[in-house]
Structure formats: C-alpha cells, structure tokens
C-alpha cells in the first residue's frame, strides 16, 4: 500500500534523525574530552557531516507530511578507559547505521528516500575509514592526568553548563521550526535555521571553555518545546532576545576571567537578530495551497497519489 510506504519512511527517518542526532552528541563529547586540536577538527567535521544527514532525513520527514523527531536521540556512549577505547564506540556508531541505513534502503521503493540513504552510506562509510585511521593516531595522545578540583572553577564551570544546556535546547527547538516552516514560509524557515546555526557556534565555544579547565560538557538531552506556528516563533524569538541577553550579561559580570567574560558578551551580542521577523509573518512567499502543489510535484506525488 502506498500510504504504508509513506509511514513506513517516516517511521524510518525519524528513527534515522535520533541516530544522527546522537551520532553528533557523542562525536563531539569525544573530541572535547580528547582536547587534542587535529583530533578535535575531524572529529567536529564529521559532526557537521551528521548535521546535514539529519537535515536530509527531517526535511523529507516534513516533505511527507510528518513531524521530524529531533527532540529525541538513541543511547550515546560517551567514556571509555582509552582514547581508543572512545574511537572504537565512533566506529560502532557508524557501522550500525551503514547496517540500518542498508536494511531500510532494501525494504523502501521511493526513490528519492532511497537516493537519501545512498548519501548517507557512503558518508558512513568515509567516516568509519577515517575514524579507523584516528584510533591509530590517538594511541600516542597523552591522557590529561586529573589535576586538582578547584572549588571556584567549579562553580564557574556549572554556571557555563547550564548555558550549554540552553544553547542546546534552542537549537533543537530552531532547528525543528526551520524544518516544519520549510515548505510553509521558506524565508523564515531559513531565519531560525540561522540562528540555530549560530547557537551551534556558541554551543562550541562554550563546550571548549569547560573542556579547556579540565571538565566534562553536559550534554543531557534538555526538555524542549516544539513550535510551528509562524506568529509564536517570532514572539518566543523576540522574548529570547531580550532575556538571552540579560542572562549572558549577567553571567559575564559573575566570571572573573576576561577571555570567558568576552566570549559570553559576545554571545549576548549576537542574540540580537539581524533581520526583522515580523517581515515574513504576512509575505509567505508560498501559501499553504501552493506548498501543497510542491510537495506534490517533489516527489512522491504520483508515487503516492495524495488527495486523489
Ligand atoms: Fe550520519
Ligand atoms: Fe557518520
């Protein structure tokens, strides 16, 4: 049945979205946790990779009339006794979705989704070449014996947690408006992906700061609220704004080391967005009537036959 093929790649995807979505969590605990730089780099590069499959998967998720799981995410597996012992767990990751990956695109027929999971195979399996490669190479990276726990570092390191944790969440709520606005309101669609990709820079700052001092990021999967209606994004963005900026300020005025006060001013300056929201709310470029006929010519439309 064909409406069977359309849930069953929703049902797939989204499975596929919470692999990815810890593929990355764990990709950059490790390369935080091994601090060093050429390490750091490929390992963060990959994750980028993983940021544009689960973007592949979440856009035709939507396409199909579902809604991206981006809130939820698999196991992650984050400590291991050795450098190689951690990289070993980035090569499992990889093979088990190569392997899932290769199973789904078997039991779909619609092309477009197949062409999806193609994509990613061969990503997956670059990455679980390069990865094998970084097991080699960390063997000679000295482990950072633990120094002793310095009280007030510690409390300055739990202040920086908890912006983290909220970086977090809003690019996950960012992220799953761009992807249910995209076809809706394109334009917007692509204002709040740029903030999540901001947020995404702040994420890394914030996390080399804490792994700088000798300390673990965390990264618990924060409670986030999934919103899709064009008016409510704006007002939660325009209210983030100015509330983002009040506590980053008053952060940095609590942190007496000027390098992390600057990075934590600089973020509450760039809660600012460049562009005037509002603008977009009326002059959706497509309406609803339009998205559909995309949607429809897209793909899956003939496939499918949705509305007869
Ligand atoms: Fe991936
Ligand atoms: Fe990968």
Redesign the pocket.
Known sequence: MRDLEREKIIQYFNYNITLEHS?IIQYLFHAYTIGDAETENELEE?AR??MKHLRMFAHKVVELGGKPAIFDRAAVFLNAPTYEDLIQLDIDA?LM?IQEYKRQRDEITEESAKKILTRAIE??TA?SVIFKKMKENVKNIVKNGSSEIDENMAKVVQLLNTVLQKQYQKILEHLFQSFMLRHKNPILSDEVEQKAIDQMKHFGWIAEEISEKGFSIDVNLPKAKPMENPQDIIKAVKEEEITAKKEFQEISSKVESPDLSWILQRIADREIHYTDLERFLNSNDVDAKMASEIVKAFTVGSLFKRGG
């Open positions: 593929a990959i990779e993983e990889e979705a990503d997956e990455h």
